[in-house]
Nanobody
Framework: QVQLVESGGGLVQAGGSLRLSCAASGRAFSMYTMGWFRQAPGKEREFVAAIRWSDGATYYADSVQGRFTISRDNAKNTVYLQMNSLKPEDTAVYHC???????????????????WGQGTQVTVSS
């Protein structure tokens, strides 16, 4: 069983930055593809970014490409999401998720992620 705990959310003005962290329990963290997803009020949860376990390849939704950066520190069992140039439409609850041995074909597929964190709120004011 893997537990994921997000932190770093908060209230920020448009154009500002936040860095989210997701700490994972367990010893197999390096074998998990890690993803970030978000859910805005009244909307379905959507893919934001992911980092593949095997080679560190990164993937982004078009809406965040060039503004967000996902990274991981396997020694700390932590994945990060650096969010720059934030917009009001980035307001959502952000969840991290873990997909054991996940590959790029399914990296945006929520059902492939076996473990989820409880989420952290990000609010961007205009």
């Amino acid at each position: 069983q893997v537990q994921l705990v997000e932190s770093g959310g908060g209230l920020v003005q448009a154009g500002g930055s936040l860095r989210l962290s997701c700490a994972a329990s367990g010893r197999a963290f390096s074998m998990y593809t890690m993803g970030w997803f978000r859910q805005a009020p009244g909307k379905e949860r959507e893919f934001v970014a992911a980092i593949r376990w095997s080679d560190g390849a990164t993937y982004y939704a078009d809406s965040v490409q060039g503004r967000f950066t996902i990274s991981r520190d396997n020694a700390k069992n932590t994945v990060y999401l650096q969010m720059n140039s934030l917009k009001p439409e980035d307001t959502a609850v952000y969840h991290c998720a873990a997909d054991p041995f996940g590959n790029s074909r399914t990296i945006e597929t929520q059902s492939k992620y076996a473990y989820w964190g409880q989420g952290t709120q990000v609010t961007v004011s205009s």
